[in-house]
Every structure is written in structure tokens, then in C-alpha cells.
């Protein structure tokens, strides 16, 4: 009971500072939270907020996709598609979160991932698209913008990876 409660207190912990971030860039350019609405409509288009360093500015974009803009090019079924396939992905996680894994540097992974999905998915079904705003570049390669879930979301596939290699190389 003790470890999951860990659990659904990391996946929490995600989803608040991912959603508490995500809502404060809108409030900076819309004056308020808005609980819903199409993305599009309530800030129009991409906007640089501010300039950190020479390789990192602060942004505002809507993501209709996934990671790094795949699938924009399902048009209005886009947000749909990607609610469902999302939802599944959690659920076969989850699964093997609570069910299947035993190892700790595994479940912290999956739990990162599920948070990051989870807050990312909420964007999905109250806007259509994700909210983005970490923006790296080097002169004039840019890495696509990104939030605190595709952070969690990539670190915790970086671990869960790890554990799995750890595994292998102890049973030898």
C-alpha cells in the first residue's frame, strides 16, 4: 500500500507542475485559465514571451501532434485519434506499473511516463493539442518546443530503459 501510494504521489506531483506550468503561460497571454476551448481560438498562433540566453527563449505553441509534431497531418481527427491512442498507452502502462513490475528504477520510469502522458492527455481533451514552451536552439537549429511531461515522459523511458539493462546484466 505504501508504494502505491509513492506511485500516485509521483504521477500526481507531474501532473500539477505540468498542469500549473502549462496554465500560467496561458494566463500570461490571455489574462486567465481557461478550462476548455479549441486551441487555435484562444491564442492563435506561436509566440516568442521571452529571450533567456543565447540558445533558450520561453515560448507559447500548441502542439496538435505527438512528440516532435508527428501526426499534425491527421487534421481534425488529430486530437480524437491521439485521446484514445494516449488513454490505451496509460492503461497498458498502468498495468504493468501496478501488476507486472517489481524493480523500483522501473517503476519510477513508468511512473514518469504515465504522469507526463496523463498531463499532456488533459491538454488533449481541453484543447485539442498539447501546450509547449521550452524552446532550445543553436543558431539556427531550433529543438522542437516542449513541456515538463515531455521531460518526464523522456526521462522516464531513459530509466526504464536502464532498469531493463540492469536487469539483463545482473541475471548473466
Same mark, same amino acid.
Given at each position: 500500500m505504501k508504494k502505491t501510494f509513492k506511485i500516485i504521489a509521483i504521477i500526481s506531483g507531474i501532473l500539477l507542475v505540468d498542469q500549473v506550468t502549462k496554465g500560467y503561460m496561458l494566463y500570461l497571454l490571455t489574462g486567465g485559465i481557461p478550462l476548455a476551448?479549441?486551441?487555435?481560438?484562444?491564442?492563435?498562433?506561436?509566440?516568442?514571451?521571452?529571450?533567456?540566453?543565447? &540558445?533558450?527563449?520561453?515560448? *507559447?505553441?500548441w502542439n496538435p501532434g505527438t512528440s516532435f509534431?508527428?501526426?499534425? #497531418? %491527421?487534421g481534425e481527427t488529430a486530437p480524437l485519434v491521439l485521446i484514445i491512442i494516449t488513454g490505451i498507452i496509460i492503461g497498458? &502502462?498502468?498495468?504493468?506499473? *501496478?501488476?507486472?513490475?517489481?524493480?523500483?528504477?522501473?517503476?519510477?520510469?513508468? #511512473? %514518469?511516463?504515465?504522469g507526463g502522458a496523463v498531463g499532456n492527455?488533459?491538454?488533449?481533451?481541453?484543447?485539442?493539442?498539447?501546450?509547449?514552451?521550452?524552446? *532550445?536552439?543553436?543558431?539556427?537549429?531550433h529543438w522542437p518546443a516542449f513541456n515538463i511531461a515531455d521531460i518526464c515522459i523522456t526521462v522516464g523511458v531513459g530509466l526504464y530503459i536502464f532498469a531493463i539493462i540492469l536487469q539483463k546484466?545482473?541475471?548473466r
Open positions: 476551448g479549441r486551441a487555435f481560438d484562444l491564442v492563435p498562433h506561436p509566440y516568442i514571451m521571452m529571450r533567456v540566453t543565447d &540558445f533558450f527563449n520561453i515560448v *507559447f505553441t509534431s508527428m501526426f499534425r #497531418s %491527421l497498458f &502502462f498502468g498495468h504493468m506499473l *501496478f501488476f507486472k513490475t517489481r524493480d523500483n528504477l522501473e517503476k519510477l520510469g513508468l #511512473s %514518469l511516463i504515465i492527455l488533459v491538454d488533449r481533451v481541453r484543447f485539442g493539442a498539447v501546450i509547449d514552451f521550452l524552446d *532550445f536552439y543553436w543558431k539556427a537549429l546484466l545482473r541475471s
